[in-house]
């Protein structure tokens, strides 16, 4: 917007301002080109991907190699992202708050789909509530932040048991396991735990419906951070039956989003962002679930 003088009178911008903000965006889109191209990349390469001119690209590549945002490869003429970068992107995941970035995208979430919206992490006694939303829901629902939530029996929880390392997620699963092994009257087999691990790779979300809460269901997403690490878990809950679960609905839709935007965030790889398997064994497809 043109600035306006003590007059009132709009004061014309500066061509050379405006042309120094173009510069700024045309190098911007040169840094992104490159990261995209997954490797060191040739002038034309560049060029291409960019859609811009050989001889223009050439130029921009010049001052990001001054600035240390792009190197050069000496022996095959071929550009990477530099130093410099490197450095900016470890500052700025040191400065990100994964927990801060969820906890606001839960407003919004929230108000896109009228339901719960919950934030969990991974603590020393598993998947652990750490904040969560109310919705606008018929029926009243309490919540208390600092719960543990079960890997076999949540939506939360499933997600976890996905994509966490086997190491990590076994002592629970194991408990988990004997606890319901003992009232139950049949033993749940570990291909029906493998069955519900396959099913949120391949939905790239978790699902349950609760038997604690049989009126309730949920649907829970991954995070991942710069390493691909799952770091976080959201989740939307509801009244059974009051909404959408199915893939392409609204809430699944609005809840894959936020979960592949707070991951891109905090710098997840595109394969992570989209759901990675990891060596875990485990999830549940036929065993009825409390909901989150």
Partial sequence: MANRTQSGKRKARSPRSAAGNRSVVVGVHLLKTIASLQGPASLGEIAKAAGLSASRTHRFLAGLIQTGLVEQNESTGHYDLGATIVELGLIALGRTDAVKLGSDALVTLTERTGLVSLLSTWGSNGPTLVKWEPGRLQTAVRLREGRNLPLLTTATGRVFLTHMPAGDTRPLLDRELKARNAVKERALPAVEVEALRNQVLRRGIGQSSGEENPGLTALAAPVFDHEGRIVLVVTLLGILGTFSTEDDGEPARV????????????????????????????ALEAAGAASV
């Fill in 255 to 282: 809840l894959k989003m936020t979960a592949d935007r707070l991951s891109r965030r905090l710098g997840a790889p595109q394969a992570a962002s989209h759901g990675r398997p990891s060596a875990v064994s485990g």
